[in-house]
């Protein structure tokens, strides 16, 4: 598959989830990388009218999970999330953020990924650590 329409799919994937609840769109791929992108608006603001760290996890979890699939067999394998840590480091009240998944360790059991996510500025916003596990599916 090409990259284009590796995005597409992981788009597609994303209908009537929280990816589409959030308006995140996967918009870049790489060797070593994915990146998605999220508006910064009312929809996922805190009272103070700030993005919101729960948000920013969602984005962050979206993006790292979806990356491990590129390292699995999808017909026999899926990816569970089992830890995330973020640390927010910059507000943002309105804009666009970035997030960039990098993989930090690829075993047969877990993920480790670093995802970065940055303003259309390209000024850090938060940085997040998160494992997923690699399980096998069960047949009946």
Avoid: C
């Amino acid at each position: 598959m090409d990259k284009t329409s590796i995005l597409k799919a992981f788009n597609e994937r994303s209908k009537n989830t929280l990816m589409e609840t959030l308006d995140i769109e996967y918009v870049a791929i790489g060797d070593d990388f994915l990146t998605a992108k999220m508006p910064v608006n009312s929809r996922v603001h805190q009272p103070y009218g700030q993005l919101h760290g729960g948000a920013t996890a969602a984005l962050a979890e979206s993006v790292g999970s979806a990356a491990s699939n590129f390292f699995i067999d999808s017909k026999t394998q899926f990816i569970n999330g089992i830890q995330l840590s973020i640390n927010h480091i910059k507000s943002k009240r309105e804009g666009v953020v970035f997030a960039t998944a990098k993989n930090i360790h690829k075993g047969k059991s877990t993920h480790l990924w670093e995802v970065r996510i940055v303003d259309e500025d390209n000024q850090l916003i938060s940085v997040a650590k998160m494992t997923n596990i690699v399980l096998e599916i069960r047949k009946k």
